[in-house]
């Protein structure tokens, strides 16, 4: 069993900040990818920033939207990726999602978490 939970979310002025957190738990052997998405009302859901976790370092890689203005991290330790976001603007508000792909054993699968609210509104 995999859980994946995300908090964080809530209210914020435009310009603001937040921090978002992902915390997986369970019988993890190793997590080898996490992704922030996001879903606003009436869209589809999009791929907002993702880290890897390579034993060298990993890789990051940004929507074009959030460039400069949310930044990916991850503690390897507690298995919890972060997302910081500032210079929020209204139309960041969505659900914002944390998507892993991790092994349990030597078994690789995907797991998603239940979502965050974030509503950026003066």
């Known amino acids: 069993q995999v859980q994946l939970v995300e908090s964080g979310g809530g209210l914020v002025q435009p310009g603001g900040s937040l921090k978002l957190s992902c915390a997986a738990s369970g019988s993890i052997s190793s997590i080898n990818a996490v992704g922030w998405y996001r879903q606003a009302p009436g869209k589809q859901r999009e791929l907002v920033a993702a880290?890897?976790?390579?034993?060298?370092?990993?890789?990051?890689n940004y929507a074009d939207s959030v460039k400069g203005r949310f930044t990916i991290s991850r503690d390897n330790a507690e298995n919890t990726v972060y997302l910081e976001m500032s210079s929020l603007k209204p139309e960041d508000t969505a659900i914002y999602y944390c998507?892993?792909?991790?092994?349990?054993?030597?078994?690789?699968?995907?797991?998603w978490g239940q979502g965050t609210q974030v509503t950026v509104s003066s």
């Open positions: 880290i890897t976790f390579g034993t060298s370092g990993g890789s990051t």
């Open positions: 998507n892993a792909d991790l092994r349990l054993g030597l078994s690789l699968g995907n797991y």
